[in-house]
């Protein structure tokens, strides 16, 4: 079992940046970030292979955010900038039990509760 947290998220005006963590008890191959509007599905934000390589961007965020990793701490980050209104939603870290790196949340096994993001114009 993989235990993930997150931290990191508020409230901002747009334009601001926020970084979001991810303190996880272990590493898997494939982790990332997904976030969820009450009422629609859970969406891929980012994710990254274990050797802190980027897999995927969602086109929304590409130039925007970054996906990284610190090895040594157990922590994943999402830095966000230029963050707009439509960023706003729930945030969650979450990783896989398999190697391949998917974009389908169903497809992630691990999840943490989530960290809230507002983005006010």
């Known amino acids: 079992q993989v235990h993930l947290m997150e931290s990191g998220g508020g409230s901002v005006q747009a334009g601001g940046s926020l970084r979001l963590s991810c303190a996880a008890s272990?590493?898997?191959?494939?982790m990332g970030w997904f976030r969820q509007v009450t009422g629609k599905e859970r969406e891929a934000v980012a994710t990254?292979?274990?050797?802190?390589?980027?897999?995927y961007y969602a086109d929304s965020v590409k130039g925007r955010f970054t996906i990284s990793q610190d090895h040594p701490n157990l922590t994943m980050y999402l830095q966000m900038n230029s963050l707009k209104p439509e960023d706003t939603a729930m945030y969650f870290c979450?990783?896989?039990?398999?190697?391949?790196?998917?974009?389908?949340?169903?497809?992630?096994?691990?999840w943490g509760q989530g960290t809230q993001v507002t983005v006010s114009s």
């Open positions: 272990e590493w898997r191959n494939c």
């Open positions: 990254i292979y274990f050797g802190g390589i980027p897999d």
């Open positions: 979450a990783a896989k039990r398999d190697v391949v790196c998917t974009r389908t949340a169903r497809t992630f096994d691990y």
